[in-house]
């Protein structure tokens, strides 16, 4: 993809408009330099004549440019803007282990430096076609003036391009190198921003840190882009140093060549002085222009890399509807496994035999890292089943069902995000409701909801965790997953939780699996599974049977 495809991709009427009302302003342009060069060399025609026509193609040149500018901009920033959406749908539909595997440094990476520089490069764009345009226009009014001149304008420009593409190579490789560098170093502020209490509480830690991880890439960044910019410099002011040999050989080959007359030579001089600004205004462009070629092969690498993640899973425009009136859910031999290259380790979870019914709760335990989590997200079609399958009422679940699947739950994740809002849950009574579950959560004396928004999230760990036991409550899905949700809540509240709210829940016909390592409360489950190095030992027997399966 390059700059030109991207905006054409979006508005070709706009870009060929803009081109078409640029060169006209290229060409008024250089008609302006003419009439210049007339009142210059000419005494026969009168001024005031000459005056008119001057200013009537300023202002010739102003709608055009103006027109050229306003056309590219918009559209422009309508790619921009796009991309910004395009890019945050790509993140939404992908896999969920596809963005775990990229890693939120690279997703953070590409919205802080390679948007914002393709957006700079795009505001570069009208002024670097209005340059172009004007360029253009010079070079046929030195045609007109005198055709050896165009020749000579022509093997100055050759020259200066050439020159400058031997020198752009190594700048881009420099550009690349820098890009990769930001990855690194977004990895580094992300550990600087989330790790800041432990590096505050360790001096040796925290030097290491500075000295070791971000300095080195700091460093590495200023290096790549200095050498980078360095090659630029050379080849910005090799070219436009250029230019002005373009002036001199106008001025001095031409009439030796060509025995040009006054008139034409002062035209054609004038001329090559208004090239050589707009030449060099084309070549400060470059640079910019060249940055967002390898940030936009940056976003459509990582585009690619989502968009060839989703696996054809169908991701509907209209919100799927959620069954209420399921009777059996199943897992069939799922399994999942994890492979990190770096130690060239995995972890492999299942097969998993496993079914659920409506109404009850299943307590799964087992030690940390046997795979709870991993078997929740499989169960939530998070995961999809690398081997085996998902039925729901003995259907599979597959690409085109998993989304409609995924809306039977509510899930409160360990590592769950709390939204500043009830975002997504439109419901007439909203407020009162919340309000209501505020009341059960204890949260009434701190936390308040007006037209759907908390008046503040700025609470302890096991506040916020009981925030997000409101989000799901009111979400009212027929299937809800607690992954150690009440592993930060004090005894009180873990005796609400486990006594009195997942009963109810269980009462009102919801199925619960609750991850946990709280064995005081393994009375209150129908059914504990337990894991162990991804397998599960508690055998699936009878779905109704309480007592039966508690092999603990
Ligand atoms: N995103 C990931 N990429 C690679 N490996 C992973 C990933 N997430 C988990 N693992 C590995 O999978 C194994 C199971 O992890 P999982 O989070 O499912 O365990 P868990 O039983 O929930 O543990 P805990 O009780 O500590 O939360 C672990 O050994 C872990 O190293």
Known sequence: ?????????????????????????????????????????????????????????????????????????????????????????????????????????????????????????????????INAAILIGCLGYITWLAPLGLAIAIAAIVLSLSSYKLLEAPATRYFIQAREEWDRLIRHFQALTEGNKELKLHWRRREAFVSDNLRPSVQNLYEHNVAGGRYFAVAISWAQALHFLLVGALLFLLPLLAGVSSPVLTGCTLT??????????????????????????????????????TGGESQPAEEPTSSTAWQRLELVAATHTYYREQEDDYFSLGPIHLSFV????????????????????????????????????????????????????????????????????????????????????QLKHKVSVRSGEFSTV???????????LLTAYLEDRPFYIFDEWAANQDPHF??????????????????VLVITHDDRYFPVADRILKLENGRLLAPEATLSGVTGERTL
């Not at 707009?278 to 459509?300: S, T």
């Open 1 to 129: 993809m390059n700059l030109l495809k991207l905006l054409l991709g979006y508005s070709w009427r706009n870009v060929a408009l803009a081109a078409v009302a640029g060169l006209a302003g290229g060409a008024i342009s250089a008609s302006i330099l003419a009439v210049i060069n007339t009142s210059l060399t000419r005494r026969d025609i009168p001024l005031g004549q000459l005056a008119l026509l001057f200013g009537a193609l300023v202002l010739a040149m102003l709608v055009c440019n103006l027109l050229s500018r306003i056309l590219l901009l918009q559209v422009s920033q309508q790619a921009l803007m796009d991309l910004r959406l395009q890019l945050s749908r790509q993140i939404l539909a992908a896999p969920l282990l596809q963005l775990e595997r990229a890693g939120i440094s690279r997703l953070f990476a590409t919205f802080t430096d390679d948007i914002p520089t393709i957006a700079a490069s795009l505001f570069q764009l009208p002024p670097f076609c």
């Open 272 to 309: 090559a002085f208004y090239m050589a600004g707009a030449i060099g205004a084309l070549f400060e462009a470059l640079p910019i222009l060249q940055r967002a070629q390898v940030a936009l092969a940056k976003v459509e690498a990582l585009g690619l890399t989502l968009a060839s993640a």
């Open 358 to 441: 409506p109404g009850e709760v299943v307590f799964l335990v087992g030690g940390n890292g046997s795979g709870k989590t991993t078997l929740a997200k499989l169960l939530l079609g998070l995961y999809p089943p690398e081997t085996g399958e998902i039925r729901l009422d003995g259907i599979p679940i597959d690409d085109h069902n998993r989304e409609q699947y995924r809306q039977l739950f509510t899930a409160v994740f360990s590592d769950g995000y709390l939204f500043e809002n009830l975002i997504g849950l439109d419901h007439p009574e909203l407020d009162r409701r919340a309000g209501d579950y505020l009341e059960r959560l």
């Open 458 to 468: 700025a609470l302890s760990q096991g506040q916020r965790k009981r925030l997000t």
């Open 494 to 511: 873990k005796d609400i939780f486990y006594l009195k709210l997942l009963p109810e829940l269980k009462e009102r016909g919801k199925t």
